[in-house]
């Protein structure tokens, strides 16, 4: 048997080689496009900032002291220079104010209130006339009524207190709680007493009444449970205020009314009859 070769199943194989050499160029290709990434991945230099002005810009003109600022400051200092006086006034009776922190010291306001208590005084107690009368006469008589005796000394008390002993806040803050409700629980009652009379009688009924305090605290409670619950209420509300003002727990009223008989004398020392 013979094996015939033609030429024709050469030629397949002579391409071959031709074939295989072409992947070398897709490499050389790529081989070229990777500097050019690598050129393109590099960031750009940052730019400089641009340079300031060498010529700086004029300072704005400083706006002109205004004359009230100085008049302010100058009744400021002459106010509180008259409160410091006064206030070592105060301080200086008694042994227990006397070495207090400067900084603890609220004499400017404890002057306002002497202030406004001397004008309250001359309106109520003395019947002062005029513009400044009249004030008083439609702010603390139409609001306390015939208790408006009494604010002129609730002022004066709280100074006084202001004064000796401004670095006990907390106390100071309880006392003036305490006041406000025992004088709003004493204006509902005397408002009762008085006939308990409405806004349609007029202004000068409130006035001789309770006052402007006086009806707002009882007429609601008047008109929603009657004068038989709305007077032990305020009652209530009048001994909370005494509480509050001399620091009593309930706990310990029975021992503070013993103590109060004894200094009026009502009621024996128990040490001065045991010593005995």
Same mark, same amino acid.
């Given at each position: 048997m013979s094996l015939v070769v033609s030429p024709g199943n050469l030629t397949p194989m002579a391409s071959r080689p031709s074939a295989a050499k072409k992947p070398p160029a897709k490499k050389a290709a790529g081989s070229a496009k990777a500097p050019a990434k690598k050129a393109a991945a590099k960031k750009a230099p940052a730019k400089k900032a641009p340079a300031r002005k060498a010529a700086a810009k004029k300072a704005a003109p400083k706006p002109a002291p205004s004359p009230t600022g100085g008049i302010y400051r100058l009744v400021r200092a002459v106010w509180l220079g008259v409160a410091h006086a006064v206030g070592a006034v105060f =301080? %200086?009776?008694g042994q227990g104010a006397k070495n207090l922190d400067p900084a603890h010291r609220k004499d400017g306001v404890a002057l306002l209130l002497l202030g406004i208590a001397l004008i309250v005084a001359a309106g109520t107690w003395a019947d002062l006339k005029g513009p /400044?009368?009249?004030l008083v006469e439609i702010l603390v008589t139409g609001a306390f009524?015939? &208790?408006? &005796? !009494? /604010?002129?000394? !609730? !002022? *004066?008390v709280i100074a006084v207190r202001f004064i000796r002993h401004p670095e006990k806040p907390e106390a100071n803050g309880r006392i003036v709680i305490g006041l406000s409700a025992l004088v709003i629980g004493v204006l509902g009652q005397v408002h009762i007493a008085c006939g308990s009379p409405a806004r349609g009688e007029g202004m000068q009924a409130i006035r001789d009444a309770g006052g402007l305090i006086g009806w707002a605290? *009882?007429?609601p409670l008047s008109y929603a449970m009657g004068h038989m619950l709305a007077v032990p209420l305020l009652v209530l509300l009048t001994v909370f205020g005494l509480l509050v003002v001399t620091a009593t727990p309930v706990n310990a009223i029975p021992q503070r009314l =013993?103590? *109060?008989? /004894?200094? !009026? %004398?009502i009621v024996r020392d128990p040490a001065r009859t045991s010593s005995a």
């Open positions: =301080r %200086g009776i /400044v009368g009249d009524g015939r &208790l408006d &005796l !009494l /604010v002129p000394i !609730l !002022l *004066a605290m *009882a007429t =013993r103590q *109060a008989g /004894v200094r !009026l %004398g």
